[in-house]
C-alpha cells in the first residue's frame, strides 16, 4: 500500500453538480471504511450561479489549487441566463477553461451499458441493447477542432452581419489523441464485444472537410505504429446510424472535438442515458473526471438526479491515479466501486426517475455505498 496522499479538487459547480458530487464523496468515504484511501477532497466554489452571485466564474485560488492538485472532480456548470458579457456560457471557465488550461486534451468516454439498465425510449421503459454488445470508449479531442477560441462576429452599425466559428486541426493535437485512443486499445482486454478485435475507429467527415482529411491521414500515420490493432473509419453521419444499430462493433473510436461532443451524447442513450455517462478530461500532466450530464437546472435541488455517471467518474479517477502512480491500492478501489455500482444496478436497486423508478439521488448513494462497503477488498 502506498503512503502517498492525493489531493483531489472537488468543484460542485452549478444545478445537480453539488447534489451528486455529495454522492459522489459519500462513495469515497465507504471505500475509506475498509480499504487503503489515500486521498482528501477539498472543496471549491465556482460555476454560473458563483458568477451571478460575485462577477467571477471562480476565484484565482481555485484555477492554482486545481493546478496543483493530483487530480479534479467536477460536477456541472451552466444556469439558465448566466452568461458572460460577450455571450459565453457563465461557468466555463470551469470546464472549458480548464480543458485549455491545463491542456487536457482527451477527453475520454467510456459507453457501457451494465446489466439491470433499462433504456427510456419515447415513454416505455425498455431493454433495447444487450449489455454484453456495449461496451466500447470513445475518445473526443479536447481543446481544438471547432472549440479552437477563434471566432466572432462581424458587426456593421451594430446589426450582427456575420458570425464565424474557425475549426482548426493541428499536426499535435491530432497526433497526441489519436495516439492516446491507440494505447487505450492496446490495454483493453476485451476488444470490441463482436468479435474481440482491438480496434480503433477513426470518425471524422473526411469526404468533405479539409480538416478530418489531414486527422485521417494522422490517424494512419500513428495507427502504422500499432500493427496489432485494427483501423476503422466511419464517417461521421454514418457513424450515428452504425453506432445504435451495432454498437458491438466498436472498441475505441476517436474523433475531433464537436464530432465527439455530439456522438458521445447519442452513444449515452446505449447505456441508458446521460445519468451514466461520465467522461475523463485527460492531460499529460493533470486530468479532470466529470459526470456528462451537465447542470440540468429542472431537477436542481430535489434530489433526483442519477447520481451513476457520478461513481463511473470517481471511478475511472480513482483508476487513472492508481496508473500514473502504480499505486495497487487504488486501482482494487477502483474495482470494489465499479463491482458496487454494477451489483446495485443489476438488482435494481437504485432506479432514480430516468430508470422509471422513484429512488432518490442521496437514496441511489447509500445503496451503492452499502454495496461498496459489502464488498470484499
Ligand atoms: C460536454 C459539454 C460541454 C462541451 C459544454 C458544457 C461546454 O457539452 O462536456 O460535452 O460542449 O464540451
Ligand atoms: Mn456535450
Keep these: 500500500m502506498s503512503s502517498a496522499s492525493y489531493r483531489i479538487v472537488a468543484l460542485p459547480g452549478d444545478g445537480t453538480g453539488p447534489e451528486v458530487i455529495r454522492e459522489g464523496r459519500k462513495v ?18 465556482g460555476g454560473a450561479q458563483y458568477y451571478q452571485k460575485t ?3 471562480l476565484e484565482p485560488e481555485t484555477l492554482s489549487a486545481a493546478k496543483s492538485a493530483d487530480a479534479i472532480l467536477l460536477g456541472a456548470v451552466g444556469w439558465p441566463g448566466a452568461s458572460l458579457p460577450n455571450g459565453d456560457l457563465a461557468g466555463g471557465a470551469l470546464v472549458l477553461g480548464m480543458r485549455q488550461n491545463l491542456d ?51 458587426r456593421r452599425a451594430e446589426e450582427t452581419e456575420v458570425a464565424i466559428d474557425t475549426r482548426v ?45 489531414f486527422f485521417r491521414e494522422t490517424f494512419d500515420r500513428v495507427g502504422q505504429e500499432y500493427p496489432n490493432i485494427e483501423r476503422d473509419y466511419a464517417y461521421v453521419d454514418a457513424f450515428t446510424q452504425w ?16 464530432m465527439g461532443d455530439i456522438i458521445t451524447d447519442l452513444a449515452s442513450a446505449l447505456q441508458g442515458g446521460m445519468g451514466f455517462a461520465a467522461g475523463g478530461n485527460i492531460g499529460d500532466a493533470h486530468a479532470m473526471f466529470e459526470p456528462v450530464h451537465g447542470s440540468s437546472p429542472k431537477y436542481a435541488g430535489k434530489n433526483q438526479v442519477n447520481p451513476t455517471a457520478t461513481f463511473a ?29 454494477a451489483k446495485t444496478l443489476a438488482d435494481g436497486a437504485a432506479r432514480t426517475y430516468d430508470q422509471g423508478g ?9 445503496r451503492v455505498a452499502a454495496a461498496v462497503r459489502a464488498e470484499p477488498r
Design 28 to 45: 469515497l468515504d465507504a471505500l475509506a471504511e475498509n480499504g487503503p484511501a489515500p486521498w482528501r477532497v477539498e472543496e471549491h466554489p
Design 55 to 57: 462577477g467571477r466564474e
Design 104 to 154: 487536457l486534451y482527451a477527453n475520454v468516454r467510456p459507453c457501457k451499458l451494465y446489466p439491470g439498465v433499462v433504456h427510456r425510449i419515447g415513454k416505455a421503459y425498455q431493454k433495447v441493447w444487450a449489455p454484453e454488445s456495449v461496451d466500447m470508449v470513445i475518445i473526443r479531442e479536447n481543446t481544438e477542432g471547432l472549440y479552437t477560441p477563434a471566432r466572432g462576429r462581424l
Design 169 to 213: 486541426i493541428t499536426r499535435k493535437g491530432a497526433e497526441r489523441v489519436i495516439r492516446y485512443a491507440f494505447e487505450l486499445a492496446r490495454k483493453r482486454p476485451r476488444g470490441a464485444p463482436e468479435d474481440g478485435a482491438h480496434r480503433v475507429t477513426c470518425v471524422d467527415k473526411s469526404n468533405v472537410l479539409e480538416g478530418c482529411r
Design 243 to 258: 453506432l445504435v444499430r451495432q454498437p458491438e462493433h466498436y472498441d475505441v473510436v476517436v474523433s475531433t472535438n464537436m
Design 313 to 341: 467518474a470517481v471511478e475511472m479517477m480513482l483508476r487513472w491515479l492508481g496508473e500514473r502512480h502504480s499505486d495497487a491500492g487504488l486501482i482494487q478501489q477502483a474495482d470494489r466501486l465499479d463491482r458496487a455500482v
Design 358 to 366: 422513484t429512488v432518490t439521488t442521496s437514496g441511489a448513494g447509500d
